[in-house]
């Protein structure tokens, strides 16, 4: 049973370029959250997606930052014109449906330098 | 403003000792608290999950307490292996529409040396 998986590990991109992250969630699991984790700070929530729905993205800037969670394939947070301050570490987590206290379960992450 | 603020930032123990890592928040509405450990250059990993009627929880040598009224809750590890070197993070929920809104603490880097 694969845990969390993303991809890249690392993405390097120049100014202007775009940058696409990839999560696939634990098998079953059909929430997800991505996290932004600036070097020397706490994660940071972003977006919490089920399929096909963004239920919370209230944590995501307002330009250049979207997200997707197609009823198949991964997950998918795509960042348009990257800066330099989007420099970070991208992780991604993936709970289970159902009521009540839910575990997130993190992947690896994905680390973005823009040059 | 919703925040979890840890210390000590860094902790050096060497390999057999206890310590115990603390964690304060103002969170509103308190849902849960939980501990994670991070190595370098992974995720997170879960250790323990508090709600608000829970004021101890075990997990091996982890052990995390709770204090509501105070805020305030503290990670001990008990006979410290080299492997537990790792960022030790507090993290808080906040009870939203269905949302588990994490909201992290920094995290205290703790290194086990033999």
């Known amino acids: 049973n694969a845990g969390v998986m993303q991809n890249p590990r690392h993405l390097v991109r120049r100014r202007g370029q775009e940058a696409r992250l990839r999560c696939s969630p634990m098998?079953?699991?059909?929430?997800v959250y991505w996290y932004r984790q600036l070097p020397e700070e706490g994660l940071k929530f972003m977006v919490y997606?089920?399929?096909?729905?963004?239920?919370?993205e209230s944590g995501m800037p307002k330009e250049r930052f979207s997200a997707e969670f197609p009823k198949e394939g991964p997950s998918i947070l795509r960042i348009q014109q990257v800066v330099r301050g989007d420099s970070a570490a991208y992780f991604c987590?993936?709970?289970?449906?159902?009521?009540?206290?839910?575990?997130?379960?993190f992947g690896p992450g994905t680390r973005l330098t823009v040059l | 403003k919703n925040q979890v603020e840890q210390s000590p930032q860094s902790l050096i123990i060497l390999e057999g000792k206890n310590c115990t890592l603390q964690?304060?928040?103002?969170?509103?509405?308190?849902?849960?608290l939980r501990w994670y450990k991070q190595d370098t250059g992974r995720g997170p990993v879960s250790l323990t999950i508090?709600?608000?009627?829970?004021n101890t929880k075990s997990n091996g040598r982890y052990t995390a307490t709770l204090d509501a009224d105070t805020k305030q809750s503290s990670l001990h590890i008990t006979a410290s292996q080299l492997s537990d070197s790792a960022s030790y993070i507090c993290?808080?929920?906040?009870?939203?529409?269905?949302?588990?809104?994490?909201?992290f603490g920094t995290g205290t880097r703790l290194q086990v040396f033999p």
């Open positions: 964690c304060n928040y103002t969170v509103s509405p308190f849902s849960n």
């Open positions: 098998k079953g699991h059909s929430h």
């Open positions: 997606l089920q399929k096909e729905n963004i239920i919370d």
């Open positions: 987590a993936s709970s289970p449906l159902g009521q009540g206290l839910r575990e997130q379960f």
């Open positions: 508090m709600t608000f009627s829970e």
């Open positions: 993290v808080v929920s906040a009870t939203g529409s269905g949302t588990d809104k994490l909201i």
